[in-house]
């Protein structure tokens, strides 16, 4: 279902400071009250919405689960319960089929403005850490519908590979992030510079003067200075 921008311009990006707005828009959002779920920010859940929403997407969910391993306090942290972490599953399909026909709708806009689409995708799991990865759903369907993308988690799992590192994913990736954890650092920002460079090049039509075919007698400025033309 599409919806509304609910910010619309730079000034109401302010809204998101504004806790009382922040509740009447959001409080009805499934995912974000599924998120709090499987986060132990609230204890309560909407069964008929889930079962819907489950049975929509064709998910097996368990209610004969609920209560079970429940604690008697709700701390924030991730989530242990059985309920707790098949809520989390949920909200992970539910995410990914709405990222697939995101995708789709950029694709079609993309094309309609003669263009072409580039996915990147970003870190979703330490990979020796699942048999199957958070996001592969999406992965799938860039592979079948013949997507141009690259993808961060293979690239850096080879990486590792090439170093012969014995550290788990997550303490090798933390070189590579600010503090650690989160957002890349300048190391990690060159690394998926590089990681991109060739993807980027193999759609660019004419390509840049130094990927160009190597001609001492000619080379193809067009484009590149004012006036065009130079040769």
């Known amino acids: 279902m599409e919806k509304e921008q609910l910010l619309v311009?730079?000034?109401?990006?302010?809204?998101?400071?504004d806790l009382r707005w922040m509740?009447?828009?959001?409080?009805?959002?499934?995912?974000?009250?599924?998120?709090?779920?499987?986060?132990?920010?609230?204890?309560?859940?909407?069964?008929?919405?889930?079962?819907r929403l489950a049975e929509l997407l064709k998910y097996p969910f368990d209610w004969n689960v609920f209560g079970t391993g429940e604690s008697s306090s709700v701390e924030p942290g991730r989530a242990v319960t059985p309920m707790q972490v098949q809520v989390a599953a949920l909200l992970n399909h539910y995410g990914q089929?709405?990222?697939?026909?995101?995708?789709?709708?950029?694709?079609?806009?993309?094309?309609?403005?003669?263009k072409a689409p580039l996915v990147l995708l970003t870190m979703t799991t330490g990979l020796e850490d699942k048999r199957v990865r958070d996001d592969q759903?999406?992965?799938?369907?860039?592979?079948?519908?013949?997507?141009d993308y690259v993808d961060l988690n293979h690239?850096?799992?080879?990486?590792?590979?090439?170093?012969?590192?014995t550290v788990r994913f997550s303490e090798y990736m933390k070189q590579y992030m600010v503090n650690g954890d989160g957002h890349f650092n300048p190391r990690g920002n060159h690394f998926v510079a590089y990681a991109l460079k060739e993807k980027v090049i193999s759609m660019l039509d004419p390509k840049p003067?130094?990927?160009?075919?190597?001609?001492?007698?000619?080379?193809?400025?067009?484009?590149?200075?004012?006036?065009g033309g130079y040769k």
């Open 9 to 17: 311009t730079p000034d109401s990006l302010y809204h998101m400071a």
């Open 23 to 51: 509740v009447d828009h959001l409080k009805t959002d499934l995912a974000l009250q599924w998120y709090a779920y499987s986060e132990k920010f609230i204890r309560d859940l909407d069964r008929k919405k889930v079962t």
């Open 97 to 114: 089929r709405a990222t697939i026909f995101i995708l789709q709708e950029a694709r079609l806009f993309a094309a309609q403005h003669g």
């Open 137 to 147: 759903e999406v992965v799938d369907y860039l592979a079948n519908d013949k997507f």
């Open 155 to 165: 690239l850096f799992r080879d990486e590792i590979k090439s170093t012969r590192a």
């Open 209 to 227: 003067v130094p990927y160009q075919p190597v001609d001492a007698r000619s080379v193809n400025f067009e484009g590149y200075l004012h006036g």
